[in-house]
């Protein structure tokens, strides 16, 4: 049990560094279907199918894995 805790830490981690570098080069946020909707002085998003392309990612890596 503490094995997969501290392998969940430890990747939670990494992803926390890596995925600000990496969104500058695969536009996470950015991808048709990802909405911006500004009200005032605010801006919003929702970044719909960044997600669904990140979950097919994640599925087929773990399906090779």
Sequence with gaps: MLKWVL???LAIFL????????ARF???G????????????REYH???SSIA???LLLWLLGRVL
């Design 7 to 9: 392998t969940l830490v």
């Design 26 to 28: 695969i536009r996470f």
């Design 46 to 48: 929702f970044p719909f």
């Design 30 to 41: 950015q991808l048709p279907g990802d909405l911006k909707w500004r009200r005032g002085e």
């Design 15 to 22: 992803l926390g560094i890596v995925t600000p570098h990496l």
């Design 53 to 55: 392309l990140f979950s």
